[in-house]
C-alpha cells in the first residue's frame, strides 16, 4: 500500500481512540522504527529542545497537537517523558528554552515551551484518561528510599514494568522539595498532589513518615536490602551548606546559633510542614538560587518591609529564569551583586545585627558558564539586618548509611554505569548523587536509572530508544506564524500577592493565547528531504524559500559514529551532488513543498521512542 491513505472518517474528541487511529482521523500510514545512529543523531541534531531536556520530553509532538486541540494527547506526550506535567509547566528550570530555535539571532524570542506545557495539563478535559503501557507483573520487589522528584519517577517507571514497589519517605507526605521547597505561589499544592497520584497510582506503596536510618525507631537500609530485591537511594539533597565565616572558630555555625539567622533550606521546610515562621522588619538574604529568591519572597509576604538578596557575583548569572527575578522584583525585592559574605555582626543579648560584606569584581569564567568573584582589597562594609536566611546551597547526607557505601570527594554516593553503587542490589539516583541540581534533572536522573535497574533485575534490556518515522502528507506550518510574537503570562497583581502564601503568581496561558505560542514553534522534529533522483535540479525550490535553507552541496562528512557531520557547500553546479535542505535554517513553511515540479520533496516526522525489546 505504500504511503497511500486508504481511508480518513473524522470523529469526535470524546471518541475512543485505538492505537492504529489519529486523533481526528483513523488512518493506514507506513510507519517505521530506526535504530540507525544517521536517524538518531538527526533528531539529537536538530531538535535541540529534546536534547537539552534531562527527560527527553517530545517537545514538538506536545506543542503540534496544542495547535490541533488535543490537549489531552499532549498531556499525555508530556507525561510519558516528565511524569509530572502540570508540576514541571510551572517551576521547571526550562534547560529548553535557551537552545530553542525561533531564540536563535534573528528569529525572535523562544517559545514558551514550559508555558505550553501548562497549557495542556489546565486544558485538556476534565474526564482525560490516562493511558499507561503496563508490563506483565514480574514479582521483584523494590524499594525507594526518598518520596522526592527523582524516586518517584523511578517509582512510576519501575511499576509500569511490572515490579512491585515501596516507597520510604521521611515526611507525612510524598514530593520531596516539590512539597516541603518550593512555596504554594508557585506551586498549588492540589496539582502537586493530582500528579504524585497519577504517578503512583499503578500499584506503589507509599509509607510516609517512615525513616531509614540507624536511630532508633529507624528502618536499617541493610534491612531493606535483606527484604528486598533491590533498593534504590533517592533521598536528594536534604541539609543546607554552611555559611563561610572567617571568624568561625571550632567548628561552630554562628548562623544556626543566632535566633534570628537561619538556613533558607530550613526556613522553607519548617514552614511548609506547618510551623509558624515569622521575620523582622528587615531581611537578608544570602545566596542566588531558586532558594534564595523563595526565602526572599516568602519573606515579604509574612510582612517584612525590606528585602534584600545578595549575591557573589551578579544577576546576570543567577542560575534561574529570567522570569523568577522579574518577579521578586516586580514584589520590592532588590538584588545586591558583587559582595562575599565574610562576618556576622553580633549585639550583646546575642542577636545578629549585621553582616560583613567584601565588595568583589569580576574575573574569569568557572566551569559551568559563571565568572570569578574576586575580592577587592580593603573593600568591606556591613549591612544591616533584623533576619538573617542563607541559601548558598545544598548537600547530600549519608549519614543514615549502615553499609559501607563508595562515596567521591564531595561525600556524595558514587555509582558505575549501570546505577548500582558498590553494593550488590544498591542503586542511587537524583540528586543523591549529582549533587543538587533542578527538578527536571532529577526526574530524567530517576528516570534512566530505572531502566538500568529493570535491566538487572530482569537480566536482560527491555527498553530502547528508537526513532519513529512517520510521512506526513503535507506541511503543517503556515510561513505567518514566524511573525506571531511570544505570548505574555498574566501574572497575579502585586497587591494580591501580598494577601497570603497561596495566591499563584504566574496564572497560565488561556486557550487562545497558548493557541498563538503554539503556533510559532518550528517543528523541528519535521525533516524535509529532497530525492536526488527525482530531482531536476530547476532551482524553484531555492527561489522560493524564505531563508538561506536549500543549498547546493558537494557531499555530507559521516561523523564517527555515523551520524551527519557538515554540509560541504559549493557554488558550482558542475560539483553538485545534490540540492539539501539545512535544517538549522528550515522553518518547516512548505514553500518548496509547494512548488517543487517533480514532488520530489517528501516531509516525516521524526521521534525519540521508548519501544520494549
Known amino acids: 500500500m505504500g504511503n497511500e491513505r486508504v481511508r480518513k472518517d473524522y470523529l469526535s474528541e470524546d471518541e475512543d481512540l485505538s492505537q492504529l487511529q489519529y486523533f481526528g482521523e483513523r488512518v493506514v500510514t507506513t510507519v517505521r522504527f530506526s535504530t540507525d545512529p544517521r536517524d538518531i543523531g538527526w533528531v539529537r541534531e536538530n531538535v535541540p529542545c529534546q536534547a537539552a531536556c534531562p527527560a527527553d520530553t517530545n517537545i514538538p509532538g506536545y506543542i503540534r497537537t496544542i495547535v490541533e486541540g488535543r490537549y489531552g494527547r499532549s498531556y499525555e506526550l508530556n507525561r510519558i517523558a516528565n511524569i509530572l506535567p502540570g508540576v514541571l509547566g510551572r517551576i521547571c528550570s526550562r534547560p529548553c528554552e535557551p537552545v530553542c530555535r525561533h531564540g536563535w539571532p534573528g528569529n525572535g524570542e523562544p517559545v514558551s515551551i514550559c508555558h505550553l506545557k501548562r497549557s495542556a495539563a489546565s486544558l485538556k478535559a476534565e474526564s482525560h484518561r490516562i493511558s499507561e503501557d503496563l508490563y506483565t507483573p514480574t514479582g521483584r520487589r523494590i524499594a525507594i528510599v526518598g518520596g522526592g522528584p527523582a524516586g518517584i519517577a523511578a517509582a512510576h517507571d519501575l511499576s509500569i514494568l511490572g515490579h512491585n514497589v515501596t516507597i520510604y519517605e521521611r515526611e507525612a507526605r510524598a514530593g520531596g522539595m516539590l512539597r516541603y521547597g518550593i512555596p504554594e505561589f508557585r506551586l498549588p499544592r492540589e496539582v502537586l498532589d493530582i500528579e504524585v497520584q497519577n504517578a503512583t497510582r499503578m500499584g506503589v506503596t507509599l509509607q510516609t513518615g517512615v525513616t531509614v536510618g540507624c536511630n532508633e525507631g529507624d528502618i536499617p537500609l541493610s534491612k531493606l536490602l535483606d527484604r528486598f530485591d533491590a533498593v534504590l537511594l533517592a533521598t536528594g539533597c536534604m541539609a543546607a551548606m554552611p555559611l563561610p565565616l572567617r571568624d568561625q572558630l571550632d567548628g561552630r555555625d554562628l548562623v544556626q546559633e543566632l535566633p534570628n539567622a537561619e538556613y533558607g533550606l530550613n526556613f522553607l521546610l519548617d514552614l511548609h510542614r506547618g510551623e509558624k515562621k515569622t521575620v523582622g522588619r ?150 543523591f548523587v549529582n549533587g543538587s541540581s533542578t527538578v527536571i534533572e532529577a526526574i530524567g536522573h530517576g528516570r534512566a536509572t530505572a531502566g538500568k535497574l529493570d535491566s538487572w533485575l530482569m537480566q536482560r534490556v527491555r527498553q530502547r530508544k528508537v526513532v519513529r518515522i512517520e510521512p506526513v502528507d503535507k506541511p503543517v506550518r503556515e510561513r505567518q506564524f514566524d511573525f506571531i510574537e511570544r505570548q505574555s503570562v498574566p501574572t497575579a497583581t502585586v497587591v494580591d500577592r501580598f494577601k497570603g502564601l497561596t495566591t499563584e503568581v504566574e496564572q497560565g496561558l488561556d486557550t487562545d493565547h497558548s493557541l498563538e505560542e503554539a503556533k510559532r514553534c518550528y517543528l523541528c522534529y519535521l525533516k524535509y528531504e529532497i530525492d536526488v533522483d527525482n530531482c531536476i535540479y530547476c532551482r524553484a525550490c531555492i527561489e522560493v524559500a524564505p531563508r538561506d535553507c536549500i543549498k547546493l552541496v558537494e557531499g555530507v ?57
Open 282 to 431: 528587615r531581611v537578608a538574604v544570602v545566596g542566588a538560587g531558586f532558594t534564595s529568591l523563595d526565602c526572599a519572597r516568602v519573606a515579604r509576604r509574612l510582612g517584612a518591609e525590606r528585602v534584600t538578596i545578595h549575591i557573589r557575583t551578579s544577576e546576570n548569572y543567577i542560575p534561574v529564569m529570567d522570569e523568577e527575578i522579574l518577579e521578586a522584583k516586580r514584589e520590592g525585592i532588590p538584588i545586591r551583586g558583587l559582595r562575599t559574605p565574610v562576618a556576622l555582626q553580633v549585639d550583646d543579648n546575642g542577636l545578629g545585627t549585621g553582616i560583613c560584606f567584601v565588595q568583589n569584581r569580576l574575573g574569569g569564567w568557572r566551569a559551568g558558564g559563571r565568572r570569578e568573584a574576586i575580592p577587592i582589597p580593603d573593600s568591606e562594609f556591613v549591612e544591616p539586618f533584623d533576619t538573617l536566611l542563607v541559601a548558598i546551597g545544598q548537600r547530600s547526607i549519608n549519614d543514615y548509611l549502615d553499609l559501607p557505601v563508595e562515596l567521591d570527594r564531595w561525600g556524595s554516593v558514587r555509582v558505575g554505569e549501570d546505577g548500582m553503587t558498590s553494593v550488590q542490589g544498591l542503586f542511587a539516583t537524583g540528586d
Open 557 to 613: 562528512e559521516i561523523n564517527d559514529d555515523g551520524t551527519y557531520g557538515e554540509l560541504q557547500e559549493t557554488n558550482v553546479w558542475r560539483d553538485t551532488a545534490a540540492i539539501w535542505i539545512d535544517n538549522d535554517e528550515c522553518i518547516r513553511c512548505g514553500a518548496c513543498y509547494k512548488v517543487c515540479p517533480t514532488r520530489c520533496i517528501s516531509i516525516s516526522k521524526n521521534e525519540i521512542i521508548t519501544q520494549s525489546v
